[in-house]
């Protein structure tokens, strides 16, 4: 009887500890879908956390826009964004403040206003 309970226990706190480290991981990470088209990025402010992990999903809706490069200048990151694909910048930051994109020429702009963790 005493055997069971114990197993029982660890049983339950095992399945409860797991389950904790599995909601972490998901809180800590933020997905946002970015529309690139004629009116620029929408949205084009994105707030995130310090040291948590941001999943940027840019999707350029035509070709009647001048977004094929979305451009992270601070990051060192530049990527092509080809009609109608999802293309993912993972991003993260590590201190809090602004981090800015553009496209390629610098006419479409948007940024990450990063706050502390
Ligand atoms: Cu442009």
Redesign the pocket.
């Known amino acids: 009887m005493k055997r069971s309970l114990i197993a029982l226990f660890l049983l339950v706190t095992g399945v409860v500890g797991v389950g904790v480290v599995a909601v972490n991981v998901e809180a800590h990470t933020r997905t946002v879908k970015i529309s690139v088209s004629r009116s620029g990025f929408s949205p084009s402010s994105i707030d995130a956390e310090a040291g948590h992990k941001l999943n940027l999903v840019f999707n350029r809706a035509d070709k009647n826009n001048?977004?094929s490069k979305v451009v992270f200048a601070k990051l060192g990151i530049t990527k092509n964004l080809p009609v109608g694909k999802d293309v993912v910048v993972s991003i993260t930051p590590t201190e809090a403040g602004q981090i800015s994109f553009a496209?390629?020429?610098?006419?479409?702009k948007g940024s990450i206003v990063v706050s502390e963790g």
Do not use: E, N, V
């Open positions: 001048c977004g496209c390629g020429m610098g006419m479409y």
